[in-house]
């Protein structure tokens, strides 16, 4: 069965920084893509960022410069580090297991498993 665990959501003020992690249980973690999605209230599911089976990675232009993603094949994680975080990147944000094409990464219906999410609160 596959598991994917979220861990590091809380509370910052704008500006600061927060690193989100997943660990990914119940099939070869490296065999596919990972992203990571957030959903405010109110709103829809929206993409943040994806990494490859390669490590190529892909990045919502909301979020792009602000925002890493990374993975460790080793440890069956993949992180996402935010930093100028402001406070509309408040959202739950979720990571997802998938095989997207290069073409549909930011879509979540590529995606096959996801995390329960964790809150992310950005005050200002």
């Known amino acids: 069965q596959v598991q994917l665990v979220e861990l590091g959501g809380g509370l910052v003020q704008a500006g600061g920084s927060l690193r989100l992690s997943c660990a990914a249980s119940?099939?070869?973690?490296?065999?596919?893509?990972m992203g990571w999605f957030r959903q405010a209230p109110g709103k829809e599911r929206e993409f943040v960022a994806a990494i490859g089976q390669s490590g190529r990675t892909a990045y919502a232009d909301i979020t792009k410069g602000r925002f890493t993603i990374s993975r460790d094949n080793a440890k069956n994680t993949v992180y996402l580090q935010m930093g100028s975080l402001k406070p509309e990147d408040t959202a739950v944000y979720y990571c997802?297991?998938?095989?997207?094409?290069?073409?549909?990464?930011?879509?979540?219906?590529?995606?096959?498993?996801w995390g329960q999410g964790t809150q992310v609160t950005v005050s200002s």
């Open positions: 119940g099939r070869t973690f490296s065999n596919y893509a």
């Open positions: 997802a297991s998938g095989r997207p094409t290069i073409g549909t990464v930011t879509s979540s219906s590529k995606y096959d498993y």
